[in-house]
T-cell receptor, first 113, second 115 residues
Framework: SQQGEEDPQALSIQEGENATMNCSYKTSINNLQWYRQNSGRGLVHLILIRSNEREKHSGRLRVTLDTSKKSSSLLITASRAADTASYFCATDAGGTSYGKLTFGQGTILTVHP | GAGVSQTPSNKVTEKGKYVELRCDPISGHTALYWYRQSLGQGPEFLIYFQGTGAADDSGLPNDRFFAVRPEGSVSTLKIQRTERGDSAVYLC?????????????FGPGTRLTVL
């Protein structure tokens, strides 16, 4: 079963705009990861944020984590047409479940040139 | 270097048949994971190997599903008496060590269609 919920389910923007996707989860976590999936291809890891971190940056990506609200957001700045993909958050509960990822349902991002 | 590879890329079978899906992880990666992704959904965990042993098989839906990794490298996911509900993309991932802080490297998946 899916632990997380992501919103919006779909997001359509123009090139150059920022895209924000949100993820909520239900149980306590060790870390949260974001992955991108292009149509018909495998998932690519984007960024990992640990439970004791609140914000992390990687290039045009900014991830925040609020463990009190059990939520995370992914911001893509200055979007490009090549950013068009599905984006998934995935949680790792750690403990005896370490390494086992629980994915959300994903946000489909479309960036129009 | 080579990434995670999965074969076949597509598999069409009839209800009731047996299928095997193969995963070749990145060389040297000790952890290997299988996930299943249905249309419009995120991947769902099936089983995780640390070396040759299945460390967690809690995601396997029933006893028709079985996976092996006999030499700690290549893994095979086996599905007996396939059902139409088994149709999905089966994803394999590997990581260097079994740790909460390692990203997982995913293969392109095997699209299984059960008619």
């Amino acid at each position: 079963s899916q632990q997380g919920e992501e919103d919006p389910q779909a997001l359509s923007i123009q090139e150059g705009e920022n895209a924000t996707m949100n993820c909520s989860y239900k149980t306590s976590i060790n870390n949260l990861q974001w992955y991108r999936q292009n149509s018909g291809r495998g998932l690519v890891h984007l960024i990992l944020i640990r439970s004791n971190e609140r914000e992390k940056h990687s290039g045009r990506l900014r991830v925040t984590l609020d463990t009190s609200k059990k939520s995370s957001s992914l911001l893509i700045t200055a979007s490009r047409a090549a950013d068009t993909a599905s984006y998934f958050c995935a949680t790792d509960a750690g403990g005896t479940s370490y390494g086992k990822l629980t994915f959300g349902q994903g946000t489909i991002l479309t960036v129009h040139p | 270097g080579a990434g995670v590879s999965q074969t076949p890329s597509n598999k069409v079978t009839e209800k009731g048949k047996y299928v095997e899906l193969r995963c070749d992880p990145i060389s040297g990666h000790t952890a290997l994971y299988w996930y299943r992704q249905s249309l419009g959904q995120g991947p769902e965990f099936l089983i995780y190997f640390q070396g040759t042993g299945a460390a967690d098989d809690s995601g396997l839906p029933n006893d028709r599903f079985f996976a092996v990794r006999p030499e700690g490298s290549v893994s095979t996911l086996k599905i007996q008496r396939t059902e139409r509900g088994d149709s999905a993309v089966y994803l394999c991932a590997s990581s260097p060590v079994s740790s909460s802080y390692n990203e997982q490297f995913f293969g392109p998946g095997t699209r299984l269609t059960v008619l």
